[in-house]
C-alpha cells in the first residue's frame, strides 16, 4: 500500500510538472509579444529602453565623438548609427554607418557608449542612434550638429540623383554632377554583391557628368575625390526596386556611352540542347521581351529579359548606327538577383566591330556562372 501511494504521488508530480509546462506562456523572450520579455515561464512588461546625448556640444569640429547613455534591459542590446540621406540634389557628403553591441549587466543597465572619430558633415547635419534590444520597442533618436561645410570634406561638390527608392528598371542610372577639385571616381556596392567597375568621373578641376549603373536590393552610390586634402568618400544609400524574385527571368541592361551620338543594341544567342535562338528587339521568341528600346543618343540604354532553366546564353552589343568609339557595360540580374557587370569595354562601331560581352551558363533555374568574354567580331556577331 505505501508503495503504491508513493507511485501514486509520483505520478501525479509528473502531471503536475506536465501542466506546468504546457501552461507555460513563454520559454525565451521570442515567444512574447512586443515590449513583454520571458521570466519564469510568463510574458512579463519589458524593462523601457532609451537614449540620452552626453556630449558634444555645438559646434563639432572636422572629428567628434558622440557620448550617448543607453538604458535596456535584456542580455545585450544593439546601438546603430547612420546619417541621414540627406533630400535628392543635395551636395554628396559620407556616409555614415555605424554599429555597437553592448552587454547587459542584470535585469536592467544604463551604460554609457562613444562613438568615436566621426566626421563633420557640414553646416548643419543630423545623425540617427537607435537602440534594439529584447523585448523593447526600438528607440530612434535623431541629434542634430553644426560643424563644417561639406566641400571642406569631400573637395568639392557633387550632386547625386535620384532619391532613396528608384525602379532600376525604369531608371536604371544614377547621374553625378558638379565639380572637384581634383581626380573623383565613383562606383555602386550592393549589399550582397560585387560593386560596380569604378569610373573617374573627373580628373582635375572642372564639372562632373556622369551615370552610373543601378542595381536591385539595398546599394551605396560612393565617389571618392583625391586633392590636396587627401582622399575623401560620400555616398548616398539608394534601395533598388524592385527588390523582389521577378519570376526568374534573366534580365540585362546595356548601358553605353560615347562622345557623339551612337546607336547600339543588345543582342542575346541562346543555346538550348543543340538548338539557337536569338533575343533582341526584333525577337519573335516568346521567352524574350524588351523592357525599353534603345534610342540614338550619347548615352544610350536597353534592357532585355529572357525566360530560361537551362542554357548558355551569350550577350552582345551590335552597332546600328556607325559611329565610334563607344564604351559599354552590362549589368545582369537574375530572378531579381544582382549578379554582376560585363566590362566597361570600348569598341568601334564606325569600323563594323560589335562587343561580344560575357556569358551566362543556366542550371535548374539558377545561374551556373556567369564570365566575362570582352571580344571584339566584325558584323552581327550571331
Same mark, same amino acid.
Request: net charge negative.
Given at each position: 500500500?505505501?508503495?503504491?501511494? =508513493?507511485?501514486? #504521488?509520483?505520478? %501525479? /508530480? +509528473?502531471?503536475?510538472?506536465?501542466?506546468?509546462? &504546457?501552461?507555460?506562456?513563454?520559454?525565451? @523572450?521570442?515567444?512574447?509579444?512586443?515590449?513583454?520579455?520571458?521570466?519564469?515561464?510568463?510574458?512579463?512588461?519589458?524593462?523601457?529602453?532609451?537614449?540620452?546625448?552626453?556630449?558634444?556640444?555645438?559646434?563639432?569640429?572636422?572629428?567628434?565623438?558622440?557620448?550617448?547613455?543607453?538604458?535596456?534591459?535584456?542580455?545585450?542590446?544593439?546601438?546603430?548609427?547612420?546619417?541621414?540621406?540627406?533630400?535628392?540634389?543635395?551636395?554628396?557628403?559620407?556616409?555614415?554607418?555605424?554599429?555597437?553591441?553592448?552587454?547587459?549587466?542584470?535585469?536592467?543597465?544604463?551604460?554609457?557608449?562613444?562613438?568615436?572619430?566621426?566626421?563633420?558633415?557640414?553646416?548643419?547635419?543630423?545623425?540617427?542612434?537607435?537602440?534594439?534590444?529584447?523585448?523593447?520597442?526600438?528607440?530612434? =533618436?535623431?541629434? #542634430?550638429?553644426? %560643424? /563644417? +561645410?561639406?566641400?571642406?570634406?569631400?573637395?568639392? &561638390?557633387?550632386?547625386?540623383?535620384?532619391? @532613396?527608392?528608384?525602379?532600376?528598371?525604369?531608371?536604371?542610372?544614377?547621374?553625378?554632377?558638379?565639380?572637384?577639385?581634383?581626380?573623383?571616381?565613383?562606383?555602386?556596392?550592393?549589399?550582397?554583391?560585387?560593386?560596380?567597375?569604378?569610373?573617374?568621373?573627373?580628373?582635375?578641376?572642372?564639372?562632373?557628368?556622369?551615370?552610373?549603373?543601378?542595381?536591385?536590393?539595398?546599394?551605396?552610390?560612393?565617389?571618392?575625390?583625391?586633392?590636396?586634402?587627401?582622399?575623401?568618400?560620400?555616398?548616398?544609400?539608394?534601395?533598388?526596386?524592385?527588390?523582389?524574385?521577378?519570376?526568374?527571368?534573366?534580365?540585362?541592361?546595356?548601358?553605353?556611352?560615347?562622345?557623339?551620338?551612337?546607336?547600339?543594341?543588345?543582342?542575346?544567342?541562346?543555346?538550348?540542347?543543340?538548338?539557337?535562338?536569338?533575343?533582341?528587339?526584333?525577337? +519573335?521568341?516568346?521567352?524574350?521581351?524588351?523592357?525599353?528600346?534603345?534610342?540614338?543618343?550619347?548615352?544610350?540604354?536597353?534592357?532585355?529579359?529572357?525566360?530560361?532553366?537551362?542554357?548558355?546564353?551569350?550577350?552582345?552589343?551590335?552597332?546600328?548606327?556607325?559611329?565610334?568609339?563607344?564604351?559599354?557595360?552590362?549589368?545582369?540580374?537574375?530572378?531579381?538577383?544582382?549578379?554582376?557587370?560585363?566590362?566597361?569595354?570600348?569598341?568601334?562601331?564606325?569600323?563594323?566591330?560589335?562587343?561580344?560581352?560575357?556569358?551566362?551558363?543556366?542550371?535548374?533555374?539558377?545561374?551556373?556562372?556567369?564570365?566575362?568574354?570582352?571580344?571584339?567580331?566584325?558584323?552581327?556577331?550571331?
Amino acid at each position: 500500500m505505501l508503495v503504491s501511494h =508513493r507511485l501514486q #504521488a509520483l505520478a %501525479g /508530480a +509528473a502531471v503536475a510538472a506536465r501542466l506546468t509546462t &504546457a501552461c507555460a506562456e513563454c520559454v525565451v @523572450d521570442t515567444d512574447c509579444p512586443l515590449v513583454q520579455v520571458c521570466g519564469g515561464g510568463a510574458c512579463v512588461p519589458a524593462p523601457v529602453a532609451d537614449l540620452e546625448r552626453v556630449a558634444p556640444a555645438d559646434p563639432v569640429g572636422a572629428t567628434f565623438d558622440l557620448v550617448v547613455d543607453a538604458s535596456f534591459g535584456g542580455p545585450r542590446a544593439t546601438l546603430r548609427l547612420r546619417r541621414d540621406n540627406g533630400q535628392p540634389g543635395e551636395p554628396c557628403i559620407p556616409l555614415l554607418e555605424r554599429v555597437v553591441v553592448v552587454e547587459g549587466t542584470g535585469d536592467h543597465t544604463t551604460t554609457r557608449v562613444t562613438f568615436g572619430g566621426l566626421p563633420s558633415l557640414g553646416a548643419a547635419f543630423a545623425l540617427q542612434v537607435t537602440l534594439e534590444s529584447a523585448g523593447a520597442v526600438p528607440v530612434e =533618436r535623431t541629434y #542634430a550638429f553644426t %560643424g /563644417a +561645410a561639406p566641400g571642406d570634406e569631400v573637395g568639392g &561638390a557633387v550632386i547625386l540623383t535620384p532619391g @532613396d527608392d528608384v525602379d532600376v528598371d525604369v531608371t536604371p542610372l544614377v547621374t553625378l554632377t558638379g565639380s572637384v577639385e581634383g581626380r573623383a571616381v565613383a562606383f555602386v556596392a550592393p549589399a550582397s554583391a560585387a560593386p560596380s567597375p569604378r569610373r573617374v568621373i573627373a580628373d582635375g578641376a572642372g564639372p562632373v557628368a556622369a551615370p552610373l549603373p543601378l542595381m536591385r536590393g539595398p546599394q551605396v552610390v560612393w565617389v571618392e575625390t583625391e586633392s590636396s586634402r587627401g582622399v575623401r568618400r560620400c555616398g548616398r544609400a539608394v534601395q533598388g526596386l524592385p527588390a523582389g524574385d521577378d519570376g526568374g527571368a534573366l534580365d540585362l541592361v546595356m548601358v553605353a556611352t560615347a562622345p557623339e551620338p551612337a546607336w547600339v543594341g543588345l543582342t542575346l544567342r541562346a543555346s538550348v540542347g543543340g538548338t539557337e535562338a536569338v533575343c533582341n528587339d526584333a525577337s +519573335a521568341d516568346d521567352r524574350c521581351s524588351v523592357g525599353r528600346p534603345s534610342a540614338p543618343g550619347r548615352l544610350v540604354t536597353e534592357q532585355l529579359s529572357l525566360r530560361l532553366d537551362d542554357g548558355v546564353v551569350d550577350v552582345g552589343v551590335l552597332p546600328r548606327i556607325a559611329v565610334g568609339p563607344v564604351q559599354g557595360l552590362v549589368r545582369v540580374t537574375h530572378a531579381g538577383r544582382h549578379v554582376g557587370f560585363f566590362g566597361p569595354f570600348t569598341f568601334l562601331p564606325d569600323e563594323g566591330q560589335s562587343w561580344i560581352a560575357g556569358r551566362v551558363v543556366l542550371s535548374g533555374g539558377v545561374v551556373a556562372s556567369a564570365s566575362s568574354l570582352d571580344q571584339t567580331t566584325f558584323g552581327a556577331p550571331w
